[in-house]
């Protein structure tokens, strides 16, 4: 059987490793626009060591991708944070990041001291006493509609689009409940088939409750939320590439699929194939589908993508930086650029073992592209000045010793409260085009893992 992969980044990549699982004498050819693999995922030769410049790490409790790396061999490689906790920036000032609620979304006022003003505290503290919320099961709302709705502008300015947005780089208000809460939208379903008055504060205050049970059931010492590679990302996105034998063909945009007879062939790649895998970004991949799959690209082009830029810097000396993993900036914050910093030296310790300090800055929302086409000088500066005046940390004079600019454009999809219904009409209008599959970040989510798990099945359907 030949295979034809669209897409060597993570999902591409994992395909192609699987699907050599799985059929071993299977041909398989990668077809990469870029010159190089790995998509999203991208680890840069910094002097003092590899460097991620896109994902940096993942999402530690899901079982299956710590299988799924160790079966790679990578087990050795996996690195864990420091623990020090992360910090908001909002009205001026440095804010300890809520430790309960649902991506700051709290139950009671209390998570957000310091972060809403008495009115809004008062609203928090009352909302239980509103009417309810009309949840529908089949269906999703905006995150920001309904905080602002149950809550007040604070919570989604100050504090709940600057974390969503860490993850998403969009504000809460371009984002959906379902599609990136999903454990929220459960508890409300819940409270619909129990006859129970929905509430955000209640809704919110189960999430906690389920969440201190669960700790206090387990005999395990807690996981580290989060994980990474030592050698960042390449290690495994090399990995995936050499394991899979796959041919990996780079530079070769593919435009189209098309079929001819009962194979498919690729505009802009060579060969006849039995089954195609598109792992591309949404708008690319509605553009390849449309010859072969004119319902599901139609559908698949409502997915928007958001933009970003990240700024490496490596500083001589960390002294004064402060003993955080990293800051999210509230969206609402005058004369401020970044969106966030990661304190990445602080955050992980195997990246202080290379001394001096490692700082990411992120820009950009979906909707704002500006900060992303900034010249790179001026977001490098945009960087330093803010790092300064939200920090006090001096970077020109601690030593920026190295720096790379990483534009992602397009670099996320958009998961509003359409999202889970466009994708769910795109796999049901494929279903009826035998041969072809899709996975990737808009099919599957947008984590490290869930690419990985997407792209696992994807790889299971289409060896049958
Ligand atoms: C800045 C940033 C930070 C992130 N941080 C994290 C994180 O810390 N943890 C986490 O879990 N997730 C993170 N993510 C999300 C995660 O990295 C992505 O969701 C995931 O890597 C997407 O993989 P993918 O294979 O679906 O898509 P992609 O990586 O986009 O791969 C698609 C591939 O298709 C190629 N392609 C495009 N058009 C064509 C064409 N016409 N022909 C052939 N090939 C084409 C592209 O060049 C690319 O290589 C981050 C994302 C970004 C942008």
Redesign the pocket.
């Known amino acids: 059987m030949k295979f034809a992969i ?7 990549l994992t395909a192609a490793y699987e699907l050599r699982q799985l059929a071993p004498d299977a041909e398989i050819d990668v ?4 010159e190089r693999i ?4 991208f680890t840069v030769p910094f002097e003092s060591g590899r460097t991620d410049m ?6 530690n409790f899901r079982a299956d991708a710590r299988a799924f790396f160790e079966k790679l061999g990578l087990a050795d490689s996996l690195v864990y944070p420091s623990g020090l906790r992360s910090l908001i920036y909002s009205g001026g000032q440095l804010h300890q990041m809520p430790a309960s609620g649902a991506m700051g979304i709290p139950a009671t006022s209390a998570a957000l001291e310091g972060l809403i003003s008495p009115e809004t505290a008062a609203r928090i503290d009352d909302e239980a006493n509103q009417p309810g919320i009309d949840w529908d099961p089949a269906s999703d709302l905006s995150v920001g509609a309904l905080v602002r709705e149950r809550y007040g502008d604070d919570v989604v300015d100050h504090v709940v689009s600057s974390l969503l947005g860490g993850v998403y780089s969009c504000s809460a208000d371009d984002l959906g409940i379902r599609a990136t809460i999903p454990a929220l939208a459960a508890v409300f379903d819940q409270m619909v088939a129990d006859g129970e008055k929905v509430t955000l504060s209640a809704a919110v205050a189960k999430m906690d409750k389920q969440r201190a049970a669960a700790r206090a059931s387990s005999d395990e010492a807690p996981k580290p939320v989060f994980a990474a590679f030592r050698g960042g990302y390449a290690e495994l996105y090399e990995e995936l590439a050499e394991q899979s034998g796959a041919r990996i063909h780079l530079d ?4 189209a699929i098309e079929k001819k007879g009962e194979k498919f062939q690729l505009k ?1 790649g060579e060969g006849e194939f039995d089954r195609v895998l598109v ?3 949404a708008p ?1 991949a509605a553009a ?1 589908l449309r010859l072969v799959a004119p319902e599901a690209s139609k559908a698949l082009k409502q997915v928007k993508l958001a933009s ?1 830029a ?1 700024v490496g810097m490596k500083f001589d000396s960390a002294e004064g930086l402060p003993e955080n993993s990293g800051i999210l900036i509230a969206t609402d914050e005058p004369g401020v650029h970044a969106k966030a910093f990661t304190l990445s030296s602080k955050k992980w310790p195997h990246l202080a073992e290379r001394g001096g300090a490692l700082v990411r800055a992120s820009f950009g929302r979906f909707g704002d592209d500006a900060l992303v086409r900034a010249e790179e000088d001026d977001l490098v500066d945009y960087a330093l000045d803010d790092l300064q005046k939200i920090t006090g940390f001096d970077g020109r004079a601690a030593g920026l010793a190295e720096i790379f600019v990483q534009r ?1 454009f397009g ?2 999809p958009r998961y509003d409260a359409t999202h889970l219904a466009t994708v769910a009409t795109v796999r049901s209008a494929l279903t009826a085009v035998d041969g072809i599959d899709v996975a ?2 808009w099919a599957d989510g ?3 893992p869930a ?1 990985i798990a997407g792209a696992r099945a994807a790889a299971g359907r289409i060896a049958k």
């Open positions: 669209i897409g060597a980044g993570l999902a591409g077809f990469e626009a870029e790995g998509g999203k995922l896109g994902a940096e790490a993942f999402i070769s945009f593919i435009s802009g792992t591309t970004p690319t390849q970003s990240v992602w670099g996320l990737g970040a947008v984590g490290v690419v």
